[in-house]
């Protein structure tokens, strides 16, 4: 059985050169490139980006490069697209793998014992489509939401909702999350159902496995590379070293500013929300 690892990541981002930031002494994509190559399980590991730094920086880390066509790295890409390229560049090159590990560029908060857990659970069986790390969040619950109708006014964002509801998050069925720092892919199944799965993210299919962890953070804004850190750091993840990235702790609103974001997402890692603001006040 062959398994493969694609790290995705594109350099046209709001976050200027966000995959590629400096996060505790590595660029950002170091993280998740570093897991899929100490993965016991893991045969090959592929980079896909159109930005060369992002495939020189994988290459140093053995990922072997795949140049992403620009019309697979526009901000309204969808990400099947280049998985699709990529399986087909290994195909062509290599040989189809069974599994496929697809690492997210933007998320630290991924490791070699997890990636090695999900691809087990796959090989164990094979019925899966796909198996995706997920981490409970009531705090944002569909219950909870609102949308904006065309009178200007909220509305409930789920639609014929007529009984009484608990305002406790608590109280309301436990609500979960795709992490999005890698997802372990059944390829046979995914080039055969003919983009048939749960939505929005159909590829991985309709029989979709669970590895349960603690929470995610996906690097968008500053702010999210200071919680990147302070995990990292919490999480002992070899490789990383105690500098921090200066243009963010220079300034403490942005410390202010994470703990605070990090406080509402809800059912997060408190031991980071007190570290954050731990740092708050020394600043």
Same mark, same amino acid.
């Given at each position: 059985?062959?398994?493969?690892?694609?790290?995705?990541?594109?350099?046209?981002?709001?976050?200027?050169?966000?995959?590629?930031?400096?996060?505790?002494?590595?660029?950002?994509?170091?993280?998740? =490139?570093?897991?899929?190559?100490?993965?016991?399980?893991?045969?090959?590991?592929?980079?896909?980006?159109?930005?060369?730094?992002?495939?020189?920086?994988?290459?140093?880390?053995?990922?072997?490069?795949?140049?992403?066509?620009?019309?697979?790295?526009?901000?309204?890409? /969808?990400?099947?697209?280049?998985?699709?390229?990529?399986?087909?560049?290994?195909?062509?090159?290599?040989? /189809?793998?069974?599994?496929? !590990?697809?690492?997210? =560029?933007?998320?630290?908060?991924?490791?070699?014992?997890?990636?090695?857990?999900?691809?087990?659970?796959?090989?164990?069986?094979?019925?899966?489509?796909?198996?995706?790390?997920?981490?409970?969040?009531?705090?944002?619950?569909?219950?909870?939401?609102? #949308?904006?109708?065309?009178?200007?006014?909220? /509305? *409930?964002?789920?639609?014929?909702?007529?009984?009484?509801?608990?305002?406790?998050? /608590?109280?309301?069925? +436990?609500?979960?999350?795709?992490?999005?720092?890698?997802?372990?892919?059944?390829?046979?199944?995914?080039?055969?159902?003919?983009?048939?799965?749960?939505?929005?993210?159909?590829?991985?299919?309709?029989?979709?496995?669970?590895?349960?962890?603690?929470?995610?953070?996906?690097?968008?804004?500053?702010?999210?590379?200071?919680?990147?850190?302070?995990?990292?750091?919490?999480?002992? !993840?070899?490789?990383?070293?105690?500098? *921090? +990235?200066?243009? !963010?702790? #220079?300034?403490?609103?942005?410390?202010?500013?994470?703990?605070?974001?990090?406080?509402?997402?809800?059912?997060?890692?408190?031991?980071?929300?007190?570290?954050?603001?731990?740092?708050?006040?020394?600043?």
């Amino acid at each position: 059985m062959k398994i493969y690892a694609l790290l995705t990541g594109r350099g046209n981002n709001t976050l200027k050169d966000k995959n590629i930031l400096e996060c505790l002494g590595h660029p950002v994509l170091y993280y998740p =490139a570093y897991a899929a190559i100490k993965a016991k399980t893991i045969d090959k590991c592929f980079c896909s980006s159109d930005d060369d730094k992002i495939l020189n920086a994988a290459a140093e880390l053995d990922h072997i490069s795949i140049k992403r066509p620009a019309e697979f790295a526009l901000p309204t890409s /969808q990400h099947i697209d280049c998985i699709i390229h990529a399986l087909n560049y290994m195909k062509q090159n290599y040989s /189809q793998p069974d599994i496929l !590990v697809v690492t997210l =560029a933007n998320n630290v908060t991924i490791k070699s014992e997890w990636i090695d857990d999900c691809v087990n659970m796959m090989i164990n069986d094979m019925t899966l489509s796909a198996v995706v790390p997920i981490y409970q969040d009531n705090d944002h619950h569909p219950l909870r939401a609102k #949308k904006i109708d065309s009178n200007g006014h909220l /509305q *409930m964002f789920e639609d014929d909702i007529h009984q009484p509801l608990s305002t406790n998050r /608590q109280d309301l069925t +436990s609500c979960y999350f795709l992490a999005h720092n890698f997802w372990v892919l059944n390829v046979k199944m995914l080039l055969n159902n003919g983009g048939i799965g749960q939505a929005p993210w159909a590829f991985m299919g309709d029989n979709i496995g669970y590895y349960m962890i603690d929470e995610s953070i996906d690097i968008h804004k500053k702010n999210d590379l200071m919680l990147a850190e302070e995990w990292l750091k919490l999480n002992n !993840v070899e490789g990383s070293t105690e500098s *921090m +990235s200066a243009d !963010v702790y #220079k300034d403490p609103e942005h410390i202010h500013n994470a703990a605070e974001q990090q406080i509402k997402r809800g059912g997060g890692n408190y031991k980071l929300i007190l570290c954050v603001a731990s740092r708050k006040e020394a600043a």
